[in-house]
C-alpha cells in the first residue's frame, strides 16, 4: 500500500506527445486526497514544480505553462493515474514524478512536493528540438 510506480517516460521530438502512468492509486479511494504529477528539470536548483494535480472531488491544478497541453486523469478502474502530454516542448525536458497526499483538496492548496505522503521514484522526459 502506498507504492507508487511511474512509466511511460522516453525521449521525444519537439510537438510530439507521451502519456504518463503512475500505478498503483487504489489505496487513496477511501480518503479525501490529491494525486499530483510534479517534475524537475535536469540539473535544476529550482524545487519540484507541480505539474498538474487532482483531488478526491475531481477538481484539478494546472501549472501555466502546461495548460491547454497537459491533462490529468485516473483510469475507468482507479488503479492508474494518467498524464497526457501533447505538443511537447524542451522546455518540458525533466524527471516526472507521480504522488498522492491524504486530506488534500485543490481548493485549500495544493501544497509541495515534500507535502505529499507518497512519492514514486520519477520517470524521465526528454525533448528535443
Known amino acids: 500500500q502506498g507504492q507508487l510506480v511511474e512509466s511511460g517516460g522516453g525521449s521525444v521530438q519537439a510537438g510530439g506527445s507521451l502519456t504518463l502512468s503512475c500505478a498503483d492509486i487504489?489505496?487513496?479511494?477511501?480518503?479525501?486526497?490529491?494525486l499530483a504529477w510534479f517534475r524537475q528539470a535536469p540539473a535544476s536548483r529550482e524545487d519540484h514544480e507541480a505539474v498538474?494535480?487532482?483531488?478526491?472531488?475531481?477538481?484539478?491544478y494546472y501549472a501555466d505553462s502546461v495548460k491547454g497541453r497537459f491533462t490529468i486523469s485516473k483510469d475507468g478502474s482507479r488503479k492508474t493515474l494518467s498524464l497526457q502530454m501533447n505538443s511537447l516542448k524542451p522546455e518540458d525536458t525533466a524527471m516526472y514524478y507521480c504522488?498522492?497526499?491524504?486530506?488534500?483538496?485543490?481548493?485549500?492548496?495544493?501544497?509541495?512536493?515534500?507535502?505529499?505522503?507518497?512519492r514514486g521514484r520519477g520517470t524521465q522526459v526528454t525533448v528535443s528540438s
Open positions: 487504489t489505496f487513496v479511494a477511501p480518503h479525501v486526497y490529491c
Open positions: 498538474a494535480v487532482l483531488d478526491s472531488a475531481d477538481a484539478t
Open positions: 504522488a498522492a497526499d491524504l486530506g488534500c483538496r485543490v481548493r485549500n492548496g495544493i501544497g509541495n512536493f515534500y507535502t505529499y505522503n507518497y
